[in-house]
């Protein structure tokens, strides 16, 4: 979803609320990106805000199980208009600088269009946990055969009958 922003500057208010529900590519999300946004002009250019929920299947590093996880994101970014010769430092001056929140932003695109899908995407994305687990149910990683009935098994077989005479020989040894 593309939207305008000579779209919401013709608008009262500047303002424009937007009901978003999209299906994003990223494979662990089973359902569409569902949430309200507002897109409005903000000093310096425009602002989306707002709050996605999606449903996520993910699978437990533990146990090795799918499981469902509903995920909430806060949206929150700044889109400043597109400058195509930027030149922030002068000639001899120094490049380090302390960055702040307003230094994180987005462009508006060179056609005047803000990409709220992409948006939406690198936020939950980036919302998604790295470590899942599934919960305090989680069975635990697979466990191996227990060993000692792996040898109860084995005794359970039965002896090959030219070696039965040899058994009475050695009682104590395998």
Known sequence: MKISVDEISALPGQRLIIDFNENIDMPEAVKPCVGQLFV?????????????????????????????????VELDELFA?????????????SREKELLKNDFYDEVSEDGFIDITDVVYQAVTLAAPV???????CPGPPRPENPVAKKEKAEEKAIDPRWKNLKTLFPNQE
């Open 131 to 137: 470590f899942t687990h599934c919960g305090a149910d």
């Open 40 to 72: 409005g002009r903000a000093s310096g250019g425009y602002k989306v805000t707002g709050h996605i929920k999606t449903l996520l299947k993910l699978t437990c590093h533990t146990c090795l199980r799918p499981y469902f996880q509903q995920i909430g």
């Open 81 to 93: 208009p597109y400058r195509p010769f930027k030149e922030d430092f002068e000639m001899g001056a």
